[in-house]
């Protein structure tokens, strides 16, 4: 299990505040929502930093879909960067996207032949770690009509769907709740809020 803290919670019905450890097996696939400079690219920079002082890259890997603003370039020179793609480099982010979908299926095949279901199985079996993965898609609303925007949906489903499973988890960043189309955001478990613009968002 990969964890870093996060931040500090507040709970103040309990007139308390705690430590808030982001735990990536825990929390699972992750959206964060917020409107335009309120801290969405920060938090994400923030948590990914803080995994990548804990964790060496063979025990954590990033790939980073950047689409809003280059936010993520601080991250792009960590070790444990893979790559760090924008919108408008089409045909590196069409490999990037094979890339992804080609390791969600070579791990399946990996684990099959040990007769593990699951990443947590492989481990127990062979004794052996293999490095959790994190697709980060920062901006998704910028994909907007976007020609690519259907393949990158599509290999966010494979991500949701199977990637628990293999070790492998997504964390997006959008303006608002209703901006991820409703069969990807029904996959995703863990929602963080920031201010919103719009009340109806806060889910």
């Keep these: 299990s990969l964890n870093t803290p996060l ?10 505040q705690h430590p808030f450890m982001f735990d990536v097996d825990h929390q699972s696939h992750t959206a964060v929502f917020g409107a335009s400079g309120y801290g969405k690219t920060m938090l994400v920079t923030t948590l990914l ?35 760090r793609i924008g919108l ?9 996207l094979h890339r992804v979908s080609e390791t969600i299926e070579n791990r399946n095949a990996i684990f099959k032949k040990q007769g593990a ?19 980060v898609v920062d901006g998704y609303d910028a ?19 199977e990637g628990a499973a293999v070790g492998m988890y997504l964390i997006v960043t ?14 995703i ?4 809020a920031l201010y919103l613009n719009d009340d109806y968002d806060v889910q």
């Design 7 to 16: 931040g500090i919670l507040d709970i103040p019905w309990k007139q308390q």
């Design 49 to 83: 930093l803080g995994l990548s002082q804990r964790y060496t890259p063979d025990e954590l890997r990033l790939m980073l879909f950047d689409f809003s603003h280059n936010g993520l370039l601080p991250l792009q020179g960590l070790p444990h960067t893979a790559d």
């Design 88 to 96: 408008d480099e089409v045909e590196k982010l069409r490999k990037a």
């Design 117 to 135: 279901a699951s990443l947590e199985q492989y481990e127990q079996r062979t004794g052996t770690r293999m490095p959790r993965l994190i697709v």
């Design 143 to 161: 994909l907007g009509q976007d020609t690519l925007h259907d393949d990158i949906d599509g290999l966010l489903t494979s991500v949701l769907r």
């Design 174 to 187: 959008a303006h608002r709740v209703h901006a991820i189309r409703s069969r990807l955001l029904a996959n």
């Design 189 to 192: 478990p863990t929602r963080i």
